[in-house]
């Protein structure tokens, strides 16, 4: 038979590649992707060297793959889409015995916690993990730069929010430009992206018991009416008089607030300063500050 009479050529020697993914916290959910140097049958181009995958090696495990006899470069990636980041080259010399590598994947978060191999002395491979880890230091500095200024950006109080007075019939109050305001069933309400103001004004006409009142006092009826829970107390503080608490919004949302007792000639105003629960430290004294530019007319 024909298919009987051909040339059978016996398999190429192949050498054994170990290599073990040290056990650690440092990326310990990411599966790395393994290729090794092959120019017959490239899947893809790692630092212009044509490759094909070799297999996928998970924190604290072994892979063996075959390699012929020639020097050949390995790469560890995390995904094909980032070669350029998160990886790690070594070479692996001409020879015809098994190799055992180790590597780990060490913390660099501007570089996605990247895997090192261990005991590289290649020049070229030393080379290239100074360019990025220069460049993970850039991208580090760069985000960070980037979330200061957006959050600059939207504080209550940021650098792009200039001094900005809103005027009533019965008081004036410097926020900042960020804000905007609306009047709604007799109560003014200013809005920015952090934080809320909402103005109440009780006016002795129409509340006569109120009028020789002092905060304390009027908190303590404020608590009959359930507007406040029996431990809210008056904090003196900066010339103000003021109760904080949280309570659940409008929204449904527990929030914190500030509120701060003001008395004028003709009535009783509560201006409730209000935020996140996890905001409020930081706001406090910016609330105070504004707080502090209340006039009553």
């Given at each position: 038979?024909?298919?009987?009479?051909?040339?059978?050529?016996g398999?190429?020697?192949?050498?054994?590649?170990?290599?073990?993914?040290?056990?650690?916290?440092?990326?310990?959910?990411?599966?790395?992707?393994?290729?090794?140097?092959?120019?017959?049958?490239?899947?893809?181009?790692?630092?212009?060297?044509p490759?094909?995958?070799?297999?996928?090696?998970?924190?604290?495990?072994?892979?063996?793959?075959?390699?012929?006899?020639?020097?050949?470069?390995?790469?560890?990636?995390?995904?094909?889409?980032?070669?350029?980041?998160?990886?790690?080259?070594?070479?692996i010399?001409?020879?015809?015995?098994?190799?055992?590598?180790?590597?780990?994947?060490?913390?660099?978060?501007?570089?996605?916690?990247?895997?090192?191999?261990?005991?590289?002395?290649?020049?070229?491979?030393?080379?290239?993990?100074?360019?990025?880890?220069?460049?993970?230091?850039?991208?580090?500095?760069?985000?960070?730069?980037?979330?200061?200024?957006?959050?600059?950006?939207?504080?209550?109080?940021?650098?792009?929010?200039?001094?900005?007075?809103?005027?009533?019939?019965?008081?004036?109050?410097?926020?900042?430009?960020?804000?905007?305001?609306?009047?709604?069933?007799?109560?003014?309400?200013?809005?920015?992206?952090?934080?809320?103001?909402?103005v109440?004004?009780?006016?002795?006409?129409?509340?006569?018991t109120?009028?020789?009142?002092?905060?304390?006092?009027?908190?303590?009826?404020?608590?009959?009416?359930?507007?406040?829970?029996?431990?809210v107390?008056?904090?003196?503080?900066?010339?103000?008089?003021?109760?904080?608490?949280?309570?659940?919004?409008?929204?449904?949302?527990?929030?914190?607030?500030?509120?701060?007792?003001?008395?004028?000639?003709?009535?009783?105003?509560?201006?409730?300063?209000?935020?996140?629960?996890?905001?409020?430290?930081?706001?406090?004294?910016?609330?105070?500050?504004?707080?502090?530019?209340?006039?009553?007319?």
């Amino acid at each position: 038979m024909i298919y009987l009479n051909v040339r059978r050529f016996g398999g190429l020697k192949m050498r054994r590649v170990y290599l073990t993914r040290e056990k650690s916290f440092v990326g310990c959910l990411a599966k790395l992707q393994v290729y090794i140097e092959d120019h017959a049958r490239a899947e893809i181009e790692l630092d212009g060297i044509p490759c094909r995958c070799a297999g996928v090696l998970a924190n604290g495990e072994t892979i063996d793959f075959a390699a012929s006899e020639e020097a050949r470069h390995i790469f560890v990636i995390c995904a094909p889409n980032a070669k350029k980041y998160c990886g790690d080259k070594i070479m692996i010399p001409a020879g015809d015995t098994d190799v055992e590598l180790v590597g780990r994947n060490i913390y660099n978060p501007g570089l996605g916690n990247p895997f090192r191999f261990h005991g590289v002395t290649d020049e070229g491979a030393l080379e290239g993990r100074k360019r990025e880890n220069i460049k993970g230091i850039a991208l580090t500095v760069a985000a960070v730069l980037i979330g200061i200024v957006f959050g600059v950006m939207i504080s209550a109080d940021g650098l792009f929010a200039s001094d900005k007075s809103f005027v009533s019939d019965g008081f004036e109050i410097t926020l900042t430009t960020n804000f905007s305001d609306k009047f709604e069933d007799g109560v003014y309400y200013f809005g920015s992206n952090d934080c809320s103001v909402a103005v109440y004004e009780y006016g002795y006409a129409d509340h006569v018991t109120i009028e020789a009142m002092n905060a304390a006092q009027f908190l303590e009826l404020l608590k009959d009416s359930g507007h406040f829970a029996e431990e809210v107390k008056i904090v003196s503080e900066s010339g103000l008089e003021f109760s904080e608490d949280r309570a659940e919004s409008n929204s449904g949302e527990i929030r914190s607030y500030m509120t701060v007792f003001v008395k004028g000639d003709e009535s009783f105003f509560l201006f409730e300063f209000g935020c996140e629960v996890k905001d409020y430290s930081k706001l406090r004294s910016t609330f105070i500050k504004w707080a502090s530019t209340i006039k009553i007319k």
